[in-house]
């Protein structure tokens, strides 16, 4: 297992903070969950690039968020419940509304093109996993920079802890219940943690429980993109706050608190932001 981590490892020890970006950099003609969208995160300055995974009918795997199908693909039907033809047939609609000549791509098209040492934030492939994670494993050269994550449920951590090759993984988690269950597994590679703060207490992160964690080599990553107005990922601290009044008010409040990665829809002011702690 810690030969899979060793290169996350050493990311996680180079930085401040970690920086997440939210399905990639995406605006204009650029596309989210996407080859471009990835490539040009980093060049934006992300550390490690989410992405999100669909399963057609036929068991082949997209680079697609479901849910997201009217406002990409001016189609009302859920991803997941299109053969792989039919999905193939899509082209995505730009943020104007105006439809480009670009498809859904197939994880696999997406490694192709984008290059080998990404760390990548696999998101939303759990329900998946008896097939995906199978699936991963062709792709020798890029294990280590595979990173999956998923709720806390038995029957997801039951596959991860079977699966021979222990990819990196980090657990979206509400409360000492789950990190409990966690805990009685020894085969998964745990990297780190998402913390999930649904109120302005923050009793979870600052729990005891997660000292053994802190004082070691984990990643406490807090989400802090706005879905909307009222979903709270990490209590009221946001990217809305940080950047339309004061970064220290939510990014630097989260790093108090042992955060060392944050996910954004706003990667370039996170990065200023970083850059502007390490020359104090």
Not at 180 to 198: A, H, P, R, S
Not at 219 to 229: E, G, P, R, V, Y
Request: aromatic share 12%.
């Amino acid at each position: 297992m810690s030969q899979l981590k060793s290169k996350f490892l050493e990311l996680l020890k180079s930085k401040d903070f970690l920086i997440l970006l939210h399905r990639g950099a995406h605006g204009g003609n650029i596309v989210e969950n996407t080859a471009n969208a990835v490539n040009i995160a980093l060049r934006e300055g992300a550390d490690i690039v989410e992405i999100d995974i669909s399963m057609s009918t036929d068991g082949d795997f997209f680079v697609f968020h479901d849910g997201g199908e009217k406002r990409l693909l001016d189609d009302s039907r859920n991803i997941n419940t299109l053969s792989t033809t039919e999905i193939e047939e899509k082209y995505y609609y730009n943020e104007l509304g105006h439809v480009l000549h670009k498809k859904v791509e197939r994880f696999s098209k997406l490694l192709e093109n984008i290059q080998q040492d990404v760390f990548l934030n696999i998101d939303r492939s759990w329900d998946y996993w008896e097939t995906f994670i199978p699936y991963l494993d062709q792709f020798v050269d890029c294990h280590p920079y595979f990173m999956l994550k998923s709720p806390v449920k038995k029957e997801f951590l039951d596959i991860l802890d079977k699966h021979p090759i222990k990819y990196m993984y980090f657990p979206i988690i509400y409360n000492t219940d789950e990190l409990d269950l966690l805990e009685t597994y020894e085969n998964i590679n745990f990297v780190g943690f998402e913390v999930i703060e649904k109120d302005e207490s923050f009793e979870f992160i600052n729990s005891q429980r997660f000292d053994k964690y802190k004082q070691s080599d984990y990643m406490f990553l807090a989400n802090a993109i706005n879905l909307d107005d009222d979903t709270l990922l990490f209590g009221s601290l946001t990217d809305e706050v940080a950047i339309t009044r004061d970064p220290d008010e939510a990014w630097g409040a989260m790093l108090k608190m042992g955060i060392n990665a944050i996910q954004t829809d706003w990667v370039d002011l996170l990065l200023r932001y970083r850059d502007a702690r390490d020359k104090k």
